[in-house]
């Protein structure tokens, strides 16, 4: 019987989770089939930490992002509850969710991590000290202090180990206090050791009074004797879920027993994997028929369809099982008074201008200590710049010096246009942080682009920009006079800032870098065509008309055509190029 309630709680009531998948490439157009990942789990989180185990494709990855309210509502039905209540817009404020690739700023070193997610996360009325005092408290209590000043790495910058890398996301989620927190695949990658010293830190962190939910693949018996609650799944079914020290006496009572020795969480996914029968019967008949248990092995296939069966075969034993109605008992009467959350509307801890301000320091220490792509830039575009300026230097005022200045105005909008195709990295690599970041709340996706535009965009895209106008346009000796300089730099940077944006719009939507740059790519150059350079814009056929309004290239190629001709005579009381309206 259940008496005391104080403690926090989650529970998921026959919850499904559908997923639309289609086949192969190649049937893009083919009707997409329903995949059902989830089956009616039925489950509970106590304080203290419960593993989701089970093998690769049960749905561990699935079901944590779910509780962690980190899915999409579409394919979820269900009931999933804290304390008896929804969860509410701001669960993912108030929880820690530390994903399996370790997604944080390379070129920031572990205090500055942290220090990061408690500036954004905390409230802004407490002191610099406080949060300084509070970083170094999660520092000691991860064991980091003495690598607190290390960059933690880049793929190409070689930083902390990975141990120490994945105990740096855990410090950014451990830092607001989380009374709830999400691990997915925490152990991934790291060697036995280190996975060991990584559960025996969320031990303790559950054993302060917090819900740690992990999903993991395979745990060492050192570490699943750690662990207080076991949720099994196969194939997106509860294969047991209680007390860790119950799991081995339930598969007793169903018929299968433990061989001594034998690490429980292997002897688990054997059993849903069918390898225990098989190992047995395997082993049976390679004595009696002499052959080799790998050639038994090899005899048999089909397994995921084997595997399936297997999991709805265990799944419909658990669920005539007294810890199956017990856990259908506790959650029944932890649920029985279902509230609305409170909050209906997205918060945020800190202020939008804190968040800019922070976000942009962040920005501005990544570009430091990453300067090539800025210098990158700056350089080609002084090179662009000088090469330009000698192939049209000093124009003359005839038909000839005519042509040349139309060349010089289409060659700098080209210039604008492709440099900024490399813009598509600026966002595709930090896409994943972002992401992370926005979803738990640690910044708002209007302070994020706000602080790119000032301490990425700007130094990165427009001032090399301005470089090359301010070169070229001596150089050519383009219309002299000021006003007319100044527009000639204003459409220089607003050229590449739209390319940026295009850039950022792609990369926001293709996730494939290479495909995102070809796309890229094929716009601009489309763009090219229609810049009215190439082709006399009104010869074309009329159903492609259209194409010329979505050109950047048309608008500042026509913009600059504009400003240099508007007031040049090319021949004596003939001015060439009379104001007009030119779309
Ligand atoms: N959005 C989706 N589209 C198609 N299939 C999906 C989707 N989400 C999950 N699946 C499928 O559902 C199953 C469970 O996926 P999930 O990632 O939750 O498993 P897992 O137990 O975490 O696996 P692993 O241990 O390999 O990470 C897999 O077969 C996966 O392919």
């Known amino acids: 019987m259940i008496s005391n309630f104080k403690e926090n709680v989650i529970t998921c009531s026959n919850l499904n989770y559908r997923v639309n998948v289609r086949g192969s490439c190649f049937s893009l157009f083919s009707k997409p089939y329903e995949k059902l990942v989830l089956k009616s789990v039925n489950a509970l989180f106590k304080n203290g930490t419960t593993a989701i185990m089970g093998p690769t494709g049960g749905g561990k990855s699935s079901l944590l992002d779910i509780l962690a309210d980190r899915k999409s509502t579409s394919g979820i039905e269900g009931t999933i509850l804290m304390d008896g209540k929804e969860r509410g817009l ?7 969710y530390v994903t399996q690739e370790d997604v944080i700023m390379g070129t920031l070193t572990v205090k500055e991590n942290i220090m990061f997610s408690a500036n954004m996360r905390l409230p802004s009325k407490l002191s610099k000290e406080i ?3 509070m970083v170094e408290e999660v520092l000691d209590e991860l064991g980091l202090t003495d690598v607190g000043d290390s960059r933690v790495g880049t793929e190409y910058l070689r930083g902390v180990s990975g141990g120490e890398r994945k105990r740096t996301c855990i410090g950014m989620e451990l830092i607001i206090r989380p009374s709830i927190l999400f691990l997915d695949e925490p152990t991934s990658g790291l060697d036995s050791s280190t996975s060991y010293s990584v559960i025996c830190l969320l031990n303790e962190l559950a054993k302060k009074g917090r819900i740690v939910v992990l999903s993991i693949h395979q745990a060492r018996y050192g570490i699943f004797k750690m662990i207080d609650n076991l949720l099994l799944l196969g194939n997106g079914s509860v294969i047991y879920h209680g007390p860790t020290e119950n799991a081995l006496p339930y598969f007793n009572s169903i018929g299968y027993q433990c061989e001594e ?8 996914l054997d059993v849903i994997n069918g390898d225990f029968d098989k190992t047995k019967s395997f082993i049976e008949s390679s004595k009696e028929h002499n052959i080799s248990i790998s050639k038994a092995f090899e005899m048999s296939d089909r397994k995921s369809r084997f595997i399936k069966q297997r999991s709805d075969k265990l799944a419909r034993l658990f669920e005539k099982s007294k810890y199956y109605a017990r856990v259908v008992e506790e959650i029944h009467q932890r649920n029985a008074s279902i509230n609305q959350p409170s909050c209906k509307k997205i918060q945020y801890i800190t202020s ?11 920005t501005m220490i990544n570009s430091k200590r990453n300067p090539a792509s800025m210098f990158a830039q700056i350089f080609v575009m002084i090179l662009l710049s000088i090469l330009n300026g000698l192939v049209y230097y000093h ?7 005519l042509t040349n200045r139309v060349g010089s105005i289409f060659s700098t909008t080209l210039n604008m246009v492709f440099i900024n195709l490399a813009a598509i990295e600026l966002f595709i690599k930090e896409k994943p942080l972002f992401m992370h970041e926005n979803t738990g709340r640690y910044y708002r996706v209007s302070s994020y682009f706000i602080a790119k535009f000032f301490c990425d965009i700007i130094p990165i895209r427009i001032f090399p920009a301005m470089v090359y106008g301010a070169i070229v346009y001596w150089m050519i000796g383009l219309h002299c006079n000021l006003a007319s300089f100044f527009t000639f730099l204003a459409f ?6 739209t390319t940026c944006s295009l850039a950022f719009a792609i990369s926001a939507g293709i996730k494939n870098f290479t495909l995102a740059q070809v796309t890229l790519a094929f716009l601009c150059v489309v763009m090219m065509i229609f810049s009215g350079f190439m082709v006399n814009l009104d010869s074309i056929k009329p159903y492609l008309q259209w194409i010329k309004w979505l050109s950047i290239v048309r608008y500042s190629f026509d913009g600059l055509l504009i400003n240099e001709l508007q007031n ?10 009379r104001k007009q309206k030119f779309w």
């Open 395 to 401: 124009v003359e005022n005839n038909i000839s010096g």
């Open 261 to 268: 020795f034998n690490n429980p969480a292997d002897f688990f």
């Open 568 to 577: 040049l005579t090319i021949c004596q009381n003939y001015p060439f190029y």
């Open 492 to 497: 220089c940077c607003l050229t590449s800032l």
């Open 131 to 133: 949060k300084k005092f």
């Open 352 to 362: 939008f201008t804190t968040q800019i301000l922070h976000l942009s320091h962040r």
């Open 90 to 96: 701001n669960f993912k404020s108030i929880t820690g």
